[in-house]
């Protein structure tokens, strides 16, 4: 699968031809409230899936849903450890969206404006 890749050329960051699906599953992990909180919540560090079901004071099943969807998108990192499991940030995940954004930024701000019809 064809993903957006950000180059820094110069200064500048450019993005590589190819599909937005790694973009499109940043922003639709990025899109919960719930998952957002995780986030905010993971920033403190390393942190066992029971440590957040009495930190958010809900279900294991819920959360884990939540959490899945944030490793699918490549914004946290799981480790096993007996039977449970330790969720953390991928801080260059975090920078990907940041380079991203910057992207969309630079592009606009270079883009001509429309022609009458």
Request: aromatic share 8%; glycine share 6%; with cysteine.
């Amino acid at each position: 699968m064809n993903q957006p890749i950000l180059i820094y050329k110069g200064g500048m960051t450019t993005a590589t031809t190819g599909s937005l699906g790694k973009a499109v599953r940043l922003f639709h992990a990025l899109s919960d409230e719930t998952r957002l909180r995780l986030l905010e919540q993971l920033r403190e560090g390393e942190q066992c899936v029971c440590e957040l079901t009495d930190v958010f004071k809900t279900g294991q099943s819920r959360l884990s849903f939540h959490l899945r969807v944030l490793k699918d998108a490549g914004l946290v990192t799981d480790r096993p450890e007996g039977r449970w499991i330790y969720y953390s940030l991928d801080r260059e995940a975090l920078r990907e969206v940041e380079d991203f954004i910057v992207w969309f930024k630079e592009s606009s701000s270079r883009a001509m404006p429309a022609r009458r019809c």
